[in-house]
Protein backbone atom coordinates (compact mmCIF):
# COMPACT_ATOMS: atom_id res chain seq x y z
CA UNK A 1 0.00 0.00 0.00
CA UNK A 2 2.62 2.37 0.58
CA UNK A 3 3.71 2.06 -2.76
CA UNK A 4 0.44 3.61 -4.02
CA UNK A 5 -0.07 6.29 -1.15
CA UNK A 6 -0.06 9.82 -2.31
CA UNK A 7 3.50 11.74 -1.02
CA UNK A 8 3.99 15.31 -1.06
CA UNK A 9 6.47 14.67 -3.71
CA UNK A 10 3.08 13.21 -6.15
CA UNK A 11 1.42 17.12 -4.89
CA UNK A 12 4.58 18.48 -6.40
CA UNK A 13 4.47 16.82 -9.60
CA UNK A 14 0.64 17.07 -9.79
CA UNK A 15 0.65 20.87 -9.12
CA UNK A 16 3.58 21.56 -11.35
CA UNK A 17 1.54 19.68 -14.31
CA UNK A 18 -1.58 21.20 -13.73
CA UNK A 19 -0.07 25.17 -13.86
CA UNK A 20 1.11 24.30 -17.44
CA UNK A 21 -1.89 22.23 -18.12
CA UNK A 22 -4.12 24.95 -17.16
CA UNK A 23 -2.21 27.35 -19.27
CA UNK A 24 -1.74 25.74 -22.60
CA UNK A 25 -5.45 24.52 -22.16
CA UNK A 26 -6.51 28.40 -21.95
CA UNK A 27 -4.26 29.08 -24.85
CA UNK A 28 -5.42 26.82 -27.38
CA UNK A 29 -9.01 27.51 -26.51
CA UNK A 30 -8.71 31.25 -26.38
CA UNK A 31 -6.89 31.07 -29.99
CA UNK A 32 -9.54 29.00 -31.47
CA UNK A 33 -12.33 31.03 -30.38
CA UNK A 34 -10.72 34.55 -31.32
CA UNK A 35 -10.42 31.95 -34.65
CA UNK A 36 -14.68 31.42 -34.81
CA UNK A 37 -14.95 35.17 -33.30
CA UNK A 38 -13.25 36.62 -36.45
CA UNK A 39 -15.21 34.43 -39.02
CA UNK A 40 -18.38 35.17 -37.31
CA UNK A 41 -17.52 38.93 -37.69
CA UNK A 42 -17.62 38.43 -40.94
CA UNK A 43 -21.59 37.59 -40.92
CA UNK A 44 -22.57 40.65 -38.95
CA UNK A 45 -25.50 42.63 -40.94
CA UNK A 46 -26.08 39.49 -42.80
CA UNK A 47 -30.55 39.41 -41.95
CA UNK A 48 -30.20 41.01 -38.74
CA UNK A 49 -27.34 38.99 -37.66
CA UNK A 50 -25.73 41.36 -34.58
CA UNK A 51 -22.46 41.36 -32.55
CA UNK A 52 -23.94 40.01 -29.73
CA UNK A 53 -24.71 37.38 -31.98
CA UNK A 54 -21.44 36.56 -32.63
CA UNK A 55 -20.85 36.63 -29.16
CA UNK A 56 -23.23 33.94 -28.37
CA UNK A 57 -21.71 31.61 -30.70
CA UNK A 58 -18.74 31.68 -29.08
CA UNK A 59 -19.35 31.40 -25.73
CA UNK A 60 -22.25 28.28 -26.51
CA UNK A 61 -19.52 26.49 -28.13
CA UNK A 62 -16.86 26.95 -25.71
CA UNK A 63 -17.29 23.91 -24.09
CA UNK A 64 -17.10 21.78 -27.21
CA UNK A 65 -13.57 23.42 -27.66
CA UNK A 66 -12.47 22.60 -24.07
CA UNK A 67 -13.52 19.08 -24.56
CA UNK A 68 -11.52 18.70 -28.17
CA UNK A 69 -8.45 20.98 -26.64
CA UNK A 70 -8.14 18.75 -23.75
CA UNK A 71 -5.81 15.79 -25.19
CA UNK A 72 -3.61 18.12 -26.58
CA UNK A 73 -3.56 20.61 -23.41
CA UNK A 74 -2.85 17.52 -21.09
CA UNK A 75 0.38 15.97 -23.83
CA UNK A 76 2.05 19.45 -23.99
CA UNK A 77 1.14 20.78 -20.38
CA UNK A 78 1.97 17.38 -18.97
CA UNK A 79 5.60 17.57 -20.67
CA UNK A 80 5.89 21.11 -20.00
CA UNK A 81 6.03 20.59 -15.80
CA UNK A 82 7.92 17.63 -16.01
CA UNK A 83 9.99 19.46 -18.78
CA UNK A 84 10.54 22.12 -16.03
CA UNK A 85 10.66 20.08 -13.41
CA UNK A 86 13.82 18.39 -15.28
CA UNK A 87 15.68 21.65 -16.20
CA UNK A 88 15.97 22.49 -12.88
CA UNK A 89 17.26 19.43 -11.22
CA UNK A 90 14.26 18.63 -9.21
CA UNK A 91 13.10 15.35 -11.80
CA UNK A 92 17.25 14.42 -11.11
CA UNK A 93 16.88 14.82 -7.46
CA UNK A 94 13.29 12.36 -7.35
CA UNK A 95 15.17 10.17 -9.28
CA UNK A 96 18.02 9.83 -6.87
CA UNK A 97 15.75 9.28 -4.19
CA UNK A 98 14.26 6.26 -5.77
CA UNK A 99 11.41 7.30 -7.10
CA UNK A 100 11.21 5.36 -10.36
CA UNK A 101 10.37 7.36 -14.12
CA UNK A 102 6.67 4.99 -14.05
CA UNK A 103 5.99 6.65 -10.56
CA UNK A 104 7.01 10.04 -11.40
CA UNK A 105 4.82 9.50 -15.00
CA UNK A 106 2.03 8.39 -12.33
CA UNK A 107 1.42 11.13 -10.50
CA UNK A 108 1.85 13.83 -13.43
CA UNK A 109 -1.39 11.48 -15.13
CA UNK A 110 -3.06 11.79 -12.07
CA UNK A 111 -3.98 14.99 -12.16
CA UNK A 112 -5.01 14.65 -15.74
CA UNK A 113 -7.41 11.61 -14.64
CA UNK A 114 -9.28 13.82 -12.14
CA UNK A 115 -9.70 16.72 -14.58
CA UNK A 116 -10.96 14.46 -17.08
CA UNK A 117 -13.84 13.12 -15.99
CA UNK A 118 -15.45 16.68 -15.46
CA UNK A 119 -14.36 16.81 -19.52
CA UNK A 120 -15.95 13.87 -20.34
CA UNK A 121 -19.28 15.20 -18.32
CA UNK A 122 -19.19 18.70 -19.85
CA UNK A 123 -18.70 16.85 -23.19
CA UNK A 124 -21.73 14.85 -22.82
CA UNK A 125 -24.16 17.56 -21.28
CA UNK A 126 -23.29 21.27 -21.72
CA UNK A 127 -20.82 20.46 -25.29
CA UNK A 128 -23.70 19.01 -27.08
CA UNK A 129 -26.11 21.72 -25.78
CA UNK A 130 -24.19 24.63 -27.12
CA UNK A 131 -23.52 23.41 -30.52
CA UNK A 132 -27.04 22.63 -30.79
CA UNK A 133 -27.77 26.45 -29.92
CA UNK A 134 -24.69 27.65 -32.52
CA UNK A 135 -26.45 24.99 -34.88
CA UNK A 136 -29.57 26.86 -34.37
CA UNK A 137 -28.72 30.62 -35.07
CA UNK A 138 -26.60 29.63 -37.95
CA UNK A 139 -29.75 28.05 -39.57
CA UNK A 140 -31.74 31.07 -38.43
CA UNK A 141 -29.11 33.34 -40.26
CA UNK A 142 -28.65 31.20 -43.68
CA UNK A 143 -32.50 30.86 -43.81
CA UNK A 144 -33.57 34.51 -43.34
CA UNK A 145 -35.36 33.71 -39.63
CA UNK A 146 -37.66 31.07 -41.48
CA UNK A 147 -36.04 27.96 -39.97
CA UNK A 148 -35.31 26.59 -36.43
CA UNK A 149 -34.19 23.88 -33.87
CA UNK A 150 -36.08 23.24 -30.61
CA UNK A 151 -36.28 20.00 -28.95
CA UNK A 152 -39.16 19.11 -30.92
CA UNK A 153 -36.79 19.22 -34.02
CA UNK A 154 -36.87 21.47 -37.22
CA UNK A 155 -38.91 24.36 -37.64
CA UNK A 156 -39.27 26.01 -40.65
CA UNK A 157 -42.10 28.79 -42.43
CA UNK A 158 -42.55 27.58 -46.67
CA UNK A 159 -45.21 30.47 -47.72
CA UNK A 160 -48.03 29.99 -46.13
CA UNK A 161 -47.17 26.10 -44.67
CA UNK A 162 -45.22 25.20 -41.28
CA UNK A 163 -43.16 22.21 -41.33
CA UNK A 164 -41.95 20.22 -38.70
CA UNK A 165 -39.14 17.33 -38.82
CA UNK A 166 -38.63 15.34 -35.70
CA UNK A 167 -35.24 15.00 -37.21
CA UNK A 168 -32.69 15.52 -40.13
CA UNK A 169 -30.24 14.09 -41.32
CA UNK A 170 -27.24 13.88 -44.31
CA UNK A 171 -27.19 11.01 -46.42
CA UNK A 172 -24.84 9.78 -49.31
CA UNK A 173 -26.35 8.22 -52.49
CA UNK A 174 -23.27 7.45 -54.86
CA UNK A 175 -21.27 11.10 -55.72
CA UNK A 176 -23.78 13.46 -54.29
CA UNK A 177 -25.34 14.50 -50.35
CA UNK A 178 -29.29 14.97 -49.84
CA UNK A 179 -30.83 15.50 -46.68
CA UNK A 180 -33.28 13.18 -45.32
CA UNK A 181 -36.00 14.42 -43.19
CA UNK A 182 -37.97 12.00 -40.76
CA UNK A 183 -41.41 11.90 -39.07
CA UNK A 184 -42.50 15.18 -41.05
CA UNK A 185 -45.26 17.29 -40.80
CA UNK A 186 -47.27 19.71 -42.72
CA UNK A 187 -49.17 22.34 -41.94
CA UNK A 188 -50.81 24.32 -44.45
CA UNK A 189 -52.94 27.70 -43.38
CA UNK A 190 -55.64 29.33 -45.26
CA UNK A 191 -54.44 32.92 -46.70
CA UNK A 192 -55.59 34.96 -43.59
CA UNK A 193 -53.01 32.67 -41.71
CA UNK A 194 -55.93 31.96 -39.39
CA UNK A 195 -56.69 28.48 -39.89
CA UNK A 196 -55.77 25.34 -40.49
CA UNK A 197 -56.76 23.87 -44.20
CA UNK A 198 -54.45 20.99 -44.69
CA UNK A 199 -52.47 18.79 -42.82
CA UNK A 200 -49.62 16.63 -44.31
CA UNK A 201 -48.00 13.54 -41.88
CA UNK A 202 -44.88 11.89 -43.76
CA UNK A 203 -42.27 9.06 -42.21
CA UNK A 204 -39.41 10.83 -44.38
CA UNK A 205 -39.35 13.66 -46.90
CA UNK A 206 -36.24 13.20 -49.36
CA UNK A 207 -34.50 15.88 -52.00
CA UNK A 208 -35.45 14.36 -55.31
CA UNK A 209 -33.22 16.38 -57.69
CA UNK A 210 -34.72 19.88 -57.68
CA UNK A 211 -37.80 18.46 -55.69
CA UNK A 212 -38.93 16.83 -52.56
CA UNK A 213 -40.88 13.50 -52.34
CA UNK A 214 -42.74 12.62 -49.12
CA UNK A 215 -43.20 8.99 -48.41
CA UNK A 216 -45.54 7.10 -46.77
CA UNK A 217 -47.60 10.35 -46.37
CA UNK A 218 -51.24 10.64 -45.17
CA UNK A 219 -52.78 13.54 -46.11
CA UNK A 220 -55.92 15.22 -44.58
CA UNK A 221 -57.77 18.20 -45.30
CA UNK A 222 -60.54 20.73 -44.05
CA UNK A 223 -62.97 22.57 -45.83
CA UNK A 224 -66.84 23.92 -45.76
CA UNK A 225 -67.60 20.19 -46.27
CA UNK A 226 -66.08 18.52 -43.75
CA UNK A 227 -62.71 16.61 -43.54
CA UNK A 228 -60.80 14.36 -46.26
CA UNK A 229 -57.57 12.30 -45.52
CA UNK A 230 -56.01 9.69 -48.17
CA UNK A 231 -52.61 8.63 -48.14
CA UNK A 232 -50.45 7.62 -50.41
CA UNK A 233 -46.93 5.79 -50.76
CA UNK A 234 -44.83 8.78 -51.93
CA UNK A 235 -45.94 12.03 -53.35
CA UNK A 236 -44.64 14.90 -54.42
CA UNK A 237 -44.00 17.86 -52.17
CA UNK A 238 -44.16 21.32 -53.89
CA UNK A 239 -41.41 23.30 -51.31
CA UNK A 240 -38.81 26.16 -51.21
CA UNK A 241 -36.83 24.52 -48.83
CA UNK A 242 -33.18 24.81 -49.29
CA UNK A 243 -31.26 21.64 -49.07
CA UNK A 244 -27.81 23.57 -49.03
CA UNK A 245 -29.17 25.49 -45.72
CA UNK A 246 -30.39 22.69 -44.24
CA UNK A 247 -27.15 20.42 -44.80
CA UNK A 248 -24.91 23.28 -43.32
CA UNK A 249 -26.84 23.18 -40.43
CA UNK A 250 -27.00 19.99 -39.16
CA UNK A 251 -24.96 19.17 -36.01
CA UNK A 252 -22.33 16.57 -37.15
CA UNK A 253 -22.00 13.45 -35.75
CA UNK A 254 -19.17 13.70 -33.50
CA UNK A 255 -20.63 17.17 -31.78
CA UNK A 256 -23.23 14.70 -30.50
CA UNK A 257 -23.69 13.30 -27.31
CA UNK A 258 -23.16 9.67 -26.51
CA UNK A 259 -27.40 9.02 -25.72
CA UNK A 260 -27.84 10.95 -28.95
CA UNK A 261 -25.77 8.44 -31.03
CA UNK A 262 -26.86 5.98 -29.64
CA UNK A 263 -30.85 6.80 -30.15
CA UNK A 264 -29.65 7.17 -33.97
CA UNK A 265 -27.95 4.02 -34.03
CA UNK A 266 -30.77 2.17 -33.03
CA UNK A 267 -33.54 3.47 -35.28
CA UNK A 268 -31.14 3.34 -37.99
CA UNK A 269 -30.63 -0.22 -37.06
CA UNK A 270 -34.61 -0.95 -37.21
CA UNK A 271 -34.76 0.61 -40.68
CA UNK A 272 -31.46 -1.42 -41.66
CA UNK A 273 -29.55 1.82 -42.92
CA UNK A 274 -25.94 2.24 -41.95
CA UNK A 275 -24.89 2.72 -38.75
CA UNK A 276 -21.33 3.19 -39.15
CA UNK A 277 -21.01 6.90 -39.77
CA UNK A 278 -22.59 7.00 -36.08
CA UNK A 279 -20.85 4.34 -34.55
CA UNK A 280 -17.38 5.83 -35.08
CA UNK A 281 -17.86 9.06 -33.30
CA UNK A 282 -19.92 6.86 -30.34
CA UNK A 283 -16.90 4.50 -29.58
CA UNK A 284 -15.00 7.80 -30.29
CA UNK A 285 -16.20 9.25 -26.91
CA UNK A 286 -16.02 6.14 -24.85
CA UNK A 287 -12.49 5.62 -25.21
CA UNK A 288 -12.28 9.58 -25.19
CA UNK A 289 -10.81 8.88 -21.02
CA UNK A 290 -8.36 6.03 -21.95
CA UNK A 291 -7.08 7.83 -24.94
CA UNK A 292 -6.56 10.64 -22.61
CA UNK A 293 -4.67 9.12 -19.85
CA UNK A 294 -2.56 6.41 -22.26
CA UNK A 295 -1.32 9.53 -24.63
CA UNK A 296 -0.14 11.62 -21.84
CA UNK A 297 1.40 8.56 -19.85
CA UNK A 298 3.16 7.24 -22.69
CA UNK A 299 4.41 11.06 -23.68
CA UNK A 300 6.29 11.47 -20.43
CA UNK A 301 9.40 9.70 -20.96
CA UNK A 302 10.33 12.42 -23.55
CA UNK A 303 10.69 14.48 -20.30
CA UNK A 304 13.36 12.00 -18.81
CA UNK A 305 15.65 12.09 -21.90
CA UNK A 306 15.15 14.30 -24.94
CA UNK A 307 13.63 17.47 -22.88
CA UNK A 308 16.01 17.75 -20.14
CA UNK A 309 18.01 19.55 -21.41
CA UNK A 310 15.75 21.52 -23.68
CA UNK A 311 14.38 24.81 -22.89
CA UNK A 312 10.86 26.10 -23.33
CA UNK A 313 10.46 26.15 -26.78
CA UNK A 314 11.75 22.84 -27.09
CA UNK A 315 8.85 21.05 -24.99
CA UNK A 316 6.30 23.37 -26.83
CA UNK A 317 7.87 21.95 -30.22
CA UNK A 318 7.98 18.19 -28.87
CA UNK A 319 4.44 18.32 -27.17
CA UNK A 320 3.09 19.86 -30.78
CA UNK A 321 4.93 17.41 -32.68
CA UNK A 322 3.83 14.22 -30.47
CA UNK A 323 0.04 16.05 -30.32
CA UNK A 324 -0.53 16.16 -34.30
CA UNK A 325 1.30 12.83 -35.07
CA UNK A 326 -0.79 11.00 -32.72
CA UNK A 327 -3.97 12.87 -34.15
CA UNK A 328 -3.18 11.69 -37.68
CA UNK A 329 -1.72 8.03 -36.46
CA UNK A 330 -5.01 7.88 -35.32
CA UNK A 331 -7.64 9.31 -37.87
CA UNK A 332 -5.95 6.55 -40.46
CA UNK A 333 -5.85 3.83 -38.14
CA UNK A 334 -10.05 4.75 -37.80
CA UNK A 335 -10.18 5.59 -41.63
CA UNK A 336 -8.40 2.44 -42.80
CA UNK A 337 -10.76 0.00 -40.26
CA UNK A 338 -13.91 2.06 -42.20
CA UNK A 339 -12.63 1.57 -45.58
CA UNK A 340 -12.16 -2.66 -44.25
CA UNK A 341 -14.77 -3.10 -42.38
CA UNK A 342 -13.10 -3.32 -38.83
CA UNK A 343 -15.34 -2.99 -35.95
CA UNK A 344 -15.35 0.35 -34.87
CA UNK A 345 -14.55 -0.37 -31.20
CA UNK A 346 -12.22 -1.95 -32.49
CA UNK A 347 -10.81 0.66 -34.59
CA UNK A 348 -11.04 3.02 -32.19
CA UNK A 349 -9.22 1.03 -28.90
CA UNK A 350 -6.30 -0.18 -31.37
CA UNK A 351 -3.91 3.34 -31.08
CA UNK A 352 -3.97 3.33 -27.91
CA UNK A 353 -3.15 -0.27 -27.15
CA UNK A 354 -0.41 0.05 -29.34
CA UNK A 355 0.77 3.31 -27.71
CA UNK A 356 0.33 1.21 -24.15
CA UNK A 357 2.65 -1.21 -25.62
CA UNK A 358 5.37 0.91 -26.31
CA UNK A 359 4.85 2.48 -23.02
CA UNK A 360 5.18 -1.21 -21.44
CA UNK A 361 8.09 -1.73 -23.19
CA UNK A 362 9.92 1.76 -21.94
CA UNK A 363 8.88 1.36 -18.45
CA UNK A 364 9.48 -2.22 -18.26
CA UNK A 365 13.20 -1.28 -19.29
CA UNK A 366 13.88 1.85 -17.51
CA UNK A 367 12.52 1.13 -13.63
Known amino acids: MAAVRIKRVDWLIGVTVLGSMMLVWLVLIGLDAMMQFVRQLGYIGRNGYTLSNAIFYVVVTIPRRMYEMFTFASLIGGLLGLGGLASTGELTALRAAGMSRLRIAVSAVGVVALLVAGVVVMGETVGPWGDQQAQNLELLLRSNGNMGMTNSGLWA ?12 ALRNAGDHS ?11 LTPDGQQLSRFDQANTAEQVGREWVLDNVRSTTLDDNGVHSHTATSERW ?18 LAMRDLEH ?4 KKKNGENTRPYEIPLWSRVMYPFNVLVLVLCSMPFAFGALRSGGLGKRI ?7 ISWYFVQKAIVSFGTVYGIPPLLANILPAILLAGVGWYYFRNHA
Open 178 to 188: YVQLSDVRVFT
Open 238 to 255: DSKLDPEVLQQSLVQPQY
Open 264 to 267: IIDY
Open 317 to 323: FMGMILA
Open 157 to 168: RDGDRIINAKNS
